[in-house]
């Protein structure tokens, strides 16, 4: 039985929204986090990034859209969405993170089965979700490229590849999913919601990024990948060597029982994870956390046995998907989540609500 929520906040968007704009962005909220008295979001559609503030009610209003396409020079055409799904902030900085997946065209009720069956065989990538970036947030709140001395600035890559993939396509486990480019224009790896390389889930602390992986599960392992990030001469970012093999990365494995991750936010040396299905299924959902994971410098596996279990999030049938999580105040412990495609019962007018959990410790 899922836990039941302490209040559930409403996020109201902005009154001069179009009905199919509002919605476009009301129900992809793949991505938040709390900072202060703001709240970012970030979706799976466009390029864009929303702000609200709290009141005093502790509802979120104010909402204002920021596009970031020209401050982080994104590789793919103008209509092509980032596919936001994690943001942090560090350091001054707005943290983003795209879902760096392959995408297979959908099956729709209005083709026949032949095209229908032709769509299921077409996989591609779009070069904006292949995104890791951080943009300065100014005295306004306002997200900016350049900002005293900080500097908007976007991992190295291009249109159908960046650092992430080059270097992952390497990794023994992971390797054979993630998507990739043949000079002939076919993609290989395996698509996001097949179990596919999917990211999810961001958590940045100084020069150090986590990220989570929705896909692949690997015999019930989900995957948590850390970098070490550096500026490079051409504003552009760049990995360092970590762990005792230098690789640019360290890869932890967690046995989350079959469940992806679907977002990442630290807590002191912790990090809590929200925990989903893989593919394009509904829940169970969880609040885990995972004592300890900031002093891990080499790869690991963490054992269920070895997990706290939160929260037990709801989940509806092809609604409510819960992807975004933040902490809202640390001592005593509590959080939002925030759900994609949500049930007509969260919708409120312009509004859509969220859903707030103590936890206390």
Known sequence: MADKPTSSPRLQFNSALPKKELE??????????????????????????????????????????????????????????????????????????????????????????????????????????????????????????QHGGLTAARLQGHATANLITETLTKDRHLGRFVPRVSPDGSVDGVPSKDNGFDIEGLAVTDNRVFFGLRGPVLRGWAAVIELQVAAAPDQTLTLDAVGSDRRPYIKHLLQLDGLGIRELVMHGDDLLVLSGPSMDLDGPVFIYRWKGALNLKVDSLTWNTELTKLVTVPFGTSKDHAEGLSVVTKTPLSVMVCYDSPAEARIDGRGVKADMFAIGA
């Open 24 to 145: 476009k962005i009301r129900d992809n909220v793949s991505a938040i986090v709390v900072d202060g008295s703001h709240l970012w979001l970030g979706g799976d559609e466009g390029t864009s990034i929303h702000r609200m503030t709290r009141d005093a009610s502790g509802n979120f209003g104010d909402h204002t859209s920021f596009e970031l396409k020209g401050t982080l020079n994104l590789p793919g055409p103008a209509k092509e969405e980032i596919d936001i799904e994690g943001l942090d902030v560090d350091g001054g900085y707005l943290w983003l993170i795209g879902s760096h997946s392959a995408k297979r065209k959908k099956a729709e009720a209005d083709k026949s089965d032949d095209e229908n069956l032709d769509r299921l065989t077409r996989i591609d990538v779009q070069g904006n979700r292949f995104t890791l970036a951080r943009v300065p947030i100014d005295g306004t709140a306002t997200p900016v490229r």
